[in-house]
């Protein structure tokens, strides 16, 4: 379980094909503090510790199955690409952002970008099959990162950045094109299953 606020921005030191796909990721976390077994959100993508290093640099590895890789863009990775972090919630640990999961549920795809002073203004569109689980003023995590929704338009929402979260998420990045890992609030997840039960 996870909070969706980036802890860290790893980077992909290198990729194994054999099997299922290996990643080697470097982090700031301490590598001697993360346990084999542990679960850490790679771009919002709930993946487990299977090895740890700390040369060159502190790093861990995980293991992607085709599963994962046919629903989120995990496929994309390549070395000096950066990731989001986030260490699973321990309890007593804050809630900063709203419960996810780690289970990606489609790909939403960046449409628009507009500055809006110092911030910018992200227009994603939807898989049709997700969008009505998304709501003005809701949460999404989008790549791991929890958001709240400004507006809905059909299959289109818009997200605005802040500064300091470009600043410290892969969000300063972000392209027309890009195509993200999305997963919706569970609380909506289920008031949808709710309503389908009831009628």
Partial sequence: MFTGIITDVGEILSLDPRGDLGARIGTGYDAARIDIGASIACDGVCLTVVRTGTEPRNWFEVQISAETLSKTNLGTWAPGVAVNLERA??????????????????????????????SLRVTFRAPRGLAGFIAPKGSVALNGTSLTVNEVEGTDFGINFIPHTQKVTTWGRVALGDKVNL???????YVARLQDWAA
């Fill in 89 to 118: 919630l321990r309890v007593g640990d804050e809630l900063g952002g709203h419960i996810v999961s780690g289970h990606v549920d489609g790909l939403a795809e960046v449409v628009a970008l507009h500055p809006e002073g110092d």
């Fill in 183 to 189: 997963e919706i609030d569970t609380l909506a997840r």
